[in-house]
């Protein structure tokens, strides 16, 4: 079965996403800053308690809680499953919480204390708004910053959805996990008229904490201007299709199976990510991945497995409307779930579509 930590599936996205015209690899800045932090992330080791102003990463090996097949830090899980109790709330997330109660709540969970239970609704929402804003590596990385920019800006509609979502599958499971989690959660929050939240508004507030460049600042840089409407665009759209971070184009999946070697395609995936260049030999390989585009079904299906079946039998099972049935060479493909593995507990995790 493949997974998302499989590097043929990975490999075969970053070419996908090239030939769409998204090209996610690093720049030589990026890639020198993005050793220096790998280096500074290997000596460091983040206080058990210590919550804001800790790497995701560190914080869901420290303190991981399975939610529905994903592993987030605790603090997280406990903190959605507060806010969900207020999704009704007017103005959540856009009426900030009361300082002094929320400082008293960050002191409480410095020292290991768990997420208060009987807190104010916008007390939660300025809590998750600060815990983005203060992790070392933004929920959707540094090193994707502009990857995203890019594929937001493609000007095909279905293919800027097809790369913005393919790409969040590039990102380090414990950020793709806390990033479904977290756009469900909008997702919910939206859907409550009472609150006058719409995906546009919680974008806006949202995004400078979740999707922002390395570059620091006293004030808002240049960059995060001049790219700021994207960013946007990117978060509201994976707020509206929250249910869809994680799938995987059936047709991508498709040709990362017939990739044979996996170390092979994890050592040219590092390489092309971080600005370096690939033998021929290894060009020869992932040529099938071109032409995706112009041969993907659309296609539905919830196992990998069905992608064995004829496309006739794979056709007549599907969901989707009779148009989109025939739409044999639409661009934006159809999403199929993907297996996710995560090291806190046995085995192997079944994703269903997507990662929930």
Known sequence: MMDLADYRLKLTIFHQLKHMGVNVARSKSEEKAHRKG?????????????IFGAR???LTSSSGVDIDGLVVPRFMAEINTELRKHLATTGLFRIPG??????????????GKRLPTDAQANDYASLLKAFFRELKEPLFTFGFFNGFVRAYRLSDPELRRRAVLMLCCLLEE?????????MKLLHAVSEHSENQMEPAALASILTPNLLRPREQAAVTSQLELQTHASCCGVVEMLIVHADE?????????????????????????????????IGWFSRIRVRLTRDITKSSGAVSV?????LKRSEKEATSASPMSPR?????????????????????????????TPLS
Do not use: C, F, W
């Open 174 to 182: 414990e950020h793709l996990h806390t990033l479904v989690l977290l």
């Open 324 to 352: 989109a049935r025939a739409m044999s060479t639409n661009p934006a493909g159809a999403y199929a779930p993907v297996m996710a593995k995560h090291g806190h507990g046995s085995g192997t995790m079944a994703a269903p």
């Open 245 to 277: 971070i994680g799938s995987v184009p059936t047709d991508v999946i498709k040709a990362a199976t017939e990739l044979p070697d996996e170390p092979r395609a994890k050592k040219n995936y590092l390489k092309l990510l971080a600005g370096r260049r």
């Open 56 to 58: 995701l990463v560190n």
């Open 38 to 50: 790998s280096k500074q992330a290997e000596m460091e080791q983040d206080d058990n308690h210590t």
């Open 98 to 111: 009361n300082s002094q109660r929320m400082n008293a709540i960050r002191k409480d969970l410095d020292t």
């Open 302 to 306: 919830n196992t990998l497995n069905m």
